[in-house]
C-alpha cells in the first residue's frame, strides 16, 4: 500500500466545487467521460493475493560499504557511478538474468582483482561502469559493494476479471522496489491465493498491514507481464477462491458520485466481505490519472478489526449503485481511515477491456 506522505489536511479534505454554466463540463471545467458503449461486465476481485515478480535483469537494491586492507570504509560500485534502482543487464559483456548468474561472474572478476564492466540500465538507457573491486577485511574477500535482488513478493488484493477471457486486474498502483521505491523492473509476473491470518495494527495512528501466507501446493492464479500506474494485468490461469458474487457492469467515472458504497476485501481466511465506506469526493478526470476518489471508511466492523485502510488492501474493489466504481489504491498518512481510489475504468482501459479514445495515453 502506497501512501501520501506529504499531504496538506486543507487539499485533501476540501474540494472547491464551482457549478459551471458551460455544457459538456464537470463542477471543475474537467471534461466529463461518458461511456459511448456498453461497457463490458467484469466479476469484482476483493481475494487477498500473493505477488511475486521476477525482474528483467538483476535490481541493483542497494549499496555496501566495504572496509579496505588499511580500515577505510569505500564504495566502489558508487564510486564508478552505479545507484540502488539500476538493473544490472550484462557483466563483461555476458547476460544475467539473475542473482547467482551475476554474482558469479563478478565475482570471478573480482578474485583476481581485476575491474569489472558492468552494463546497467537506468530511466530506459543503458550505459556501462567499470567497477575496480576492493578487498573487504569483514568478508576476506574482494568485492563490489552492491546488494543486489532478481525477484520481489507481496501481498495485495484481486481488483477484477473479464469472465469471458481470463484477463484480470490487480493492485491498482505500480509494484515498486521495495528499497528505491522506483517501478519494479518487470520480466515475468504470477499471482498466487494467500491467506489472512491477522492484521498488524500500527498503533500510533498510522496504517497497519496484513499479515498473509502464501497457500502451500496451489497452483498459480495468473500471470502478468505488465506493471503499470494502474496495477498489474495478466490472465488468470485457475479459478480465484470465491468473491462478491456476479459479474456488474463498470462506472463511467462520471456514474461515481459523493455517497456510500461498499469495499470488498478479506480481513481473515480467505473470506471476501463488504464493508462500508463513503466516497467523500470523485474528480473529473478527462483522461488517465490516480486518486480519482477520496474515500472514509464508515463500517464499525473494520474500523475495530483493522483501524480501517491497511497495507495489503491495495486493489480492493468498491462498489457504488450496482456498479464498478473504483479500486483502493491508497491511504492517508496519519488518517488510516481515509484513503484513496482509482476509477475502475481507468483500469479496465489499461487491461484493454475498454477501447482508450484516438490518441490517449495508456496505462504503460
Keep these: 500500500m502506497q501512501s501520501k506522505r506529504r499531504l496538506s489536511a486543507a487539499a485533501a479534505l476540501v474540494a472547491a466545487l464551482v457549478a459551471s454554466l458551460l455544457s459538456g463540463l464537470s463542477p471543475t471545467g474537467a471534461p466529463s467521460v461518458v461511456a459511448t458503449a456498453p461497457l463490458p461486465l467484469v466479476v469484482p476481485g476483493g481475494q487477498s493475493i500473493g505477488v511475486v515478480v521476477r525482474s528483467d535483469g538483476v535490481s541493483v537494491a542497494a549499496e555496501a560499504v566495504l572496509v579496505d586492507r588499511a580500515g577505510h570504509r569505500t564504495r566502489p560500485a558508487a564510486q564508478a557511478g552505479v545507484r540502488p534502482g539500476d538493473v544490472i543487464l550484462r557483466v563483461d559483456g555476458r547476460p544475467v538474468a539473475d542473482t547467482r548468474t551475476a554474482a558469479r561472474l563478478i565475482g570471478a572478476a573480482a578474485a583476481t582483482g581485476r575491474p569489472v564492466t558492468l552494463t546497467l540500465r537506468r530511466d530506459g538507457r543503458e550505459f556501462e561502469a567499470r567497477v575496480a573491486p576492493v578487498w573487504d577485511a569483514r568478508a576476506g574477500r574482494y568485492l563490489i559493494g552492491l546488494w543486489i535482488r532478481d525477484a520481489a513478493r507481496g501481498v495485495g488484493t484481486l481488483s477484477f476479471y473479464d469472465p469471458a477471457t481470463g484477463l484480470f486486474a490487480a493492485l491498482g498502483h505500480v509494484v515498486s522496489d521495495p528499497d528505491t521505491g522506483k517501478p519494479f523492473p518487470l520480466r515475468e509476473g504470477r499471482i498466487v491465493r494467500a491467506v489472512v491470518t491477522g492484521i498488524d495494527r500500527d498503533g500510533r495512528g498510522a496504517a497497519g498491514e496484513k499479515v498473509a501466507a502464501f497457500r502451500a501446493g496451489s497452483p498459480p492464479l495468473g500471470e502478468f507481464r505488465r506493471n503499470t500506474p494502474f496495477g498489474v494485468f495478466g490472465r488468470l490461469s485457475s479459478e480465484p477462491p470465491p468473491g462478491p458474487g456476479a459479474p456488474v457492469p463498470i462506472a463511467a467515472p462520471d456514474e461515481v458520485h459523493p455517497g456510500p458504497a461498499l469495499l470488498f476485501t478479506v480481513l481473515s481466511g480467505e473470506d ?52 464498478l466504481a473504483g479500486v483502493l489504491t491508497h491511504v492517508l498518512v496519519g488518517d488510516p481511515a481515509e484513503g484513496y481510489a482509482v476509477y475502475a475504468y481507468w483500469m479496465a482501459e489499461a487491461a484493454g477491456l475498454v477501447a482508450a479514445p484516438a490518441g490517449e495515453a495508456g496505462g504503460g
Design 272 to 323: 471476501v466481505e463488504a464493508y462500508a465506506v463513503e466516497i467523500e469526493r470523485a474528480e473529473r478526470q478527462p483522461r488517465p490519472a490516480p486518486k480519482g476518489i477520496l474515500l472514509r471508511v464508515t463500517d464499525p466492523r473494520l474500523l475495530a478489526a483493522a483501524g480501517g485502510i491497511v497495507q495489503g488492501m491495495s486493489g480492493s474493489p468498491i462498489l457504488q449503485d450496482g456498479r
